[in-house]
DNA sequence: TAAATAGTGTCTGTGAGACACTATTGG
DNA sequence: CCAATAGTGTCTCACAGACACTATTTA
């Protein structure tokens, strides 16, 4: 710490000692978590949504979230909101994009952090603790919490439960816009169902849609959303399936196989239910 | 907005009327930015820093930024920084990345949103408004503001003003993490000079290098750290100069050709005071 | 045993990497 | 006029895309 005296003739520690946090209002900030894995048979995309028993947007249906603590930076309250409401540990996690738009929340100024998690559960006994994690740090109360058929094609993304007769949906249309000399193109959404999304939520979901589709390809996002063991068909279901598109065989194999081992053993492949070797991955 | 009642049968209308923020502390939230840009012969990156005059970090070279008001965007908070202090306006600006470290700051909790900005002209004359951009909405009182030479290699990174004897270095080692299943690769730094840089905003900047690398090849950024009419020679050393390795020449015109177009005049590229053909960016 | 899926061999096109050559420019 | 740089042609190699074939498994 420096020993240097300011304007005040103060040195760092007496500066500190008297500082008073200014007059500048500030933000209320939570960590929004995107959780995000596949239907048992690899599918459907699967992702978490909590139904809100409070205003605003009461009894709509939301991202799990909640208020960022002092004593913890906001990749730790997304860790401890998964851990509370979903028993998951040691999940990926990845901070997506901040959103600051101070019209975002209509009680008062939040931000939110958004994280993308992906995980290879999605039973039902995964959602346990949702509903009682309560409002004490929740960004809002909990009544209901599911895992949601995620459905994207050119024209929009649908958020499916059948057992609970939803259906929330919205158009997407890519547009350009312009970033000092460059243009960059975005998904802007509009609500094509009479249910909606609380809050930004659908541009969170969008973003982090579109920053996993980017990079699972060129990385290894993948093994976090498939079991430690698996097969080769299974693994290749699931990059269609995120991709949204078909691939070939050979092509899938070679580009894989410097990440997995066999193990030697032989498994179901829960894609087509054949036997096949069983495959983990290689960190 | 809908018409359905609460627990405690309100309506939206009703609660937001009532609605008073919770007894959570709040953290204060800066929007802070790299601009980044390179020597008139494209030798060199140059980055812009600012001295503060006030604690803590007194006298230490940070990045400019400052904090986000309730009417705005964190984006709009580092426009106007940036337009308040470099005078600059239509700049490439991008959201990095959230510091959300509640030690990082030693006065109070203070998160920082990191932009990235990329500019075609790092002369001084550019720097007119920092200093007395003054306190009222800064992160800090600023006494200097600058641009510095960025030297980065495998091993270090530096800041290096001449005029005023400042050289202020990191060593840099890449370490890996894991997170969820999969690890992943990252710098961490350490002071290898008697001058530190304020907060984390080392960090801030080996954050920001890397998304910029990762996407200078597969997009149009360099466009922005370039003046609109240019030549091929010149675009090749703007490359060569951010990825930090030398392209051939063929290859680079190969992959450059469809993203550009010659205006059919002549004139000098910089790099090598030699005529060659005028290009323009065809967006 | 037939249909479906697992698993392998190989051809093709594209694009980055590499090098050689000619044309122009500045000192 | 010569050294340096602008600008072009073309070979190689790695890898994704595409298709055909054999082996194994389930029903």
């Given at each position: 710490?420096?020993q240097?005296?300011d304007?005040?003739?103060l040195?760092?520690?007496e500066?500190?000692k008297?500082?008073?946090?200014?007059?500048?209002?500030?933000?209320?900030?939570?960590a929004?978590?995107?959780?995000?894995?596949?239907?048992?048979?690899?599918?459907?995309?699967?992702i978490?949504?909590?139904?809100?028993?409070?205003?605003?947007?009461?009894?709509?249906w939301?991202?799990?979230?909640?208020?960022?603590?002092?004593?913890?930076?906001?990749?730790q309250?997304?860790?401890?909101?998964?851990?509370q409401?979903t028993?998951?540990?040691?999940?990926?996690?990845?901070?997506i994009?901040?959103?600051?738009?101070p019209?975002?929340?209509?009680?008062?100024?939040?931000?939110?952090?958004?994280?993308?998690a992906?995980?290879?559960?999605?039973?039902d006994?995964?959602?346990?603790?949702?509903?009682?994690?309560?409002?004490y740090?929740?960004?809002?109360?909990?009544?209901?919490?599911?895992w949601?058929?995620?459905?994207?094609?050119?024209?929009?993304?649908?958020?499916?439960?059948a057992?609970r007769?939803v259906?929330?949906?919205?158009?997407?249309?890519?547009?350009?816009f312009?970033?000092?000399?460059?243009?960059y193109?975005?998904?802007?959404?509009?609500?094509?169902?009479?249910?909606?999304?609380?809050?930004?939520?659908?541009?969170i979901?969008?973003e982090?849609?579109l920053?996993?589709?980017?990079?699972?390809e060129h990385?290894?996002?993948?093994f976090?959303?498939?079991?430690?063991?698996?097969?080769l068909?299974?693994?290749?279901?699931?990059?269609?399936?995120?991709?949204?598109?078909k691939?070939?065989?050979?092509?899938?194999?070679?580009?894989?196989?410097?990440?997995?081992?066999?193990?030697?053993?032989?498994?179901?492949?829960?894609?087509?239910?054949k036997?096949?070797a069983?495959?983990?991955y290689?960190?």
């Open positions: 710490m420096t240097k005296k304007k005040n003739g040195t760092e520690k500066f500190l008297d500082y008073k946090a200014g007059d500048y209002e500030r933000p209320s900030v939570t929004d978590i995107l959780v995000l894995g596949t239907s048992a048979d690899l599918r459907t995309l699967k978490l949504l909590v139904k809100r028993d409070e205003h605003p947007y009461l009894e709509q939301a991202l799990p979230g909640g208020f960022v603590r002092k004593d913890e930076t906001a990749y309250a997304a860790e401890r909101k998964l851990s409401e028993g998951l540990e040691g999940v990926y996690l990845d901070q994009y901040t959103f600051t738009n019209a975002r929340d209509p009680r008062t100024w939040v931000m939110t952090i958004a994280y993308l992906l995980v290879s559960d999605t039973s006994d995964v959602l346990h603790g949702v509903t009682c994690a309560g409002d740090d929740s960004d809002g109360g909990v009544q209901d919490a599911a949601f058929d995620l459905v994207i094609d050119a024209e929009s993304i649908s958020f499916i439960n057992e007769n259906e929330i949906r919205y158009s997407i249309e890519n547009k350009r312009k970033n000092g000399r460059i243009y193109e975005n998904w802007v959404s509009k609500p094509a169902s009479k249910e909606e999304l609380a809050f930004d939520h659908i541009e979901i969008i982090s849609i920053k996993l589709k980017a990079e699972f990385t290894d996002l993948s976090n959303m498939i079991g430690e063991k698996f097969t068909p299974d693994l290749q279901a699931l990059y269609e399936l995120v991709l949204g598109k691939l070939y065989k050979t092509n899938f194999r070679a580009m894989i196989a410097p990440k997995v081992e066999a193990t030697g053993a032989k498994m179901k492949s829960v894609c087509s239910n036997m096949s069983e495959y983990r290689i960190g």
